[in-house]
């Protein structure tokens, strides 16, 4: 049987121009695997640096691009039970998810609700535990606590937006320009303002003066400082990016006089210390939430395998309000 996957063999700085699609011969299934139809896989920050060379985890050459998705089982091997073929399944982080089909251990599969949307269930590993995991791993925040991001209008800005209403938080969100501002409103942000000097004067205008106990910052730059401003004395300012390109910038007298913390957060680095009891926790939960409607994420345009290039140059482009999914097994690409 013919399958078609999205691969590269090099790295270079436009990672549209690395990435194609090619034809590859599925082998007999081995015992204890699963086929696995792949239906969703987005494109996220980290796929386009890793086509790029720039993230901090390469995989070795050549590659099948993707690191997160949702498939349907179409085929078990020998000794497999469990999950029954029908089975829409989570596939595992890192496996090469911009392909038609997968061969899986059948063991590290966990099944999801089979009457959610998969397209919203795909970006269910990277952006929404991003989210979840900087609002609750390093400040105690309570009902009615302040919390303010910039880079607002990403996927993880918009997920986070929509938890921390859920656990009563307040959010500032700050975006890098005007145009971006409905997008965020629409996603259920009161606030939203556009990045700038007078930031944090701002910021306390929108807030009658709160105290702002936590910042999340994925753009770095001078940005970095912006929200460091922004914050409480002995407030917490967490890192995750760096979508200006350039490095934080922040005054040591902000360190020094007001006692603010400086941390950063990696997905990849949380996955290697978390037990497997807090990872099922963690997932568990936001796939709670989105069976029932409670998070969701915009979606810009879906594409096939054979416009995987056009896909990831619209994915590297800084103007999306919306996240660009690849559906391996799809029709063409439709914007939605």
Request: charged share 20%; glycine share 10%.
């Amino acid at each position: 049987m013919k399958a078609k996957k999205a691969q590269y063999s090099q790295r270079g700085p436009v990672p549209q121009d690395v990435i194609g699609a090619v034809e590859f011969e599925l082998p007999a299934l081995a015992p204890g695997q699963v086929r696995v139809a792949v239906l969703a896989a987005p494109i996220n920050p980290s796929d386009v640096l890793t086509l790029t060379g720039e993230y901090g985890l390469l995989p070795p050459l050549p590659a099948t691009g993707g690191n997160e998705g949702v498939g349907r089982v179409i085929e078990c091997g020998e000794g497999v039970a469990s999950p029954a073929v029908g089975s829409l399944v989570l596939l595992p982080v890192g496996c090469g998810t911009w392909t038609t089909h997968l061969d899986l251990p059948a063991k590290h599969l966990v099944e999801l609700p089979h009457d959610v949307d998969p397209v919203q269930l795909s970006m269910l590993t990277v952006n929404p535990p991003t989210a979840l995991l900087m609002l609750t791993e390093f400040v105690d925040l309570q009902p009615g606590d302040w919390v303010i991001q910039n880079a607002a209008n990403s996927a993880v800005g918009g997920y986070l937006i929509q938890l921390a209403k859920l656990r009563g938080l307040n959010t500032i969100n700050v975006v890098r320009r005007a145009s971006a501002i409905e997008a965020v409103k629409e996603s259920g942000a009161e606030h939203v303002v556009v990045d700038a000097e007078d930031l944090p004067k701002r910021v306390r205008e929108a807030t009658g003066g709160a105290h702002v106990k936590l910042a999340i910052d994925c753009v770095g730059g001078v940005s970095t400082e912006n929200l460091a401003r922004c914050l409480d004395e002995g407030g917490t300012l967490v890192n995750y990016g760096a979508m200006s390109g350039e490095r934080c910038m922040i005054s040591p007298r902000y360190f020094v006089f007001r006692d603010i913390t400086l941390r950063g957060f990696w997905l990849s680095q949380w996955f290697k210390q978390a037990t497997p009891q807090k990872r099922t926790e963690v997932f568990g939960h936001i796939a709670g939430l989105i069976a029932e409607g409670k998070l969701q994420a915009r979606v810009q345009a879906t594409y096939d395998l054979d416009h995987i290039k056009q896909a990831v140059q619209a994915a590297a482009s800084g103007a999306r309000d919306g996240k660009i999914i690849v559906e391996p097994n799809g029709p063409p690409r439709a914007a939605i």
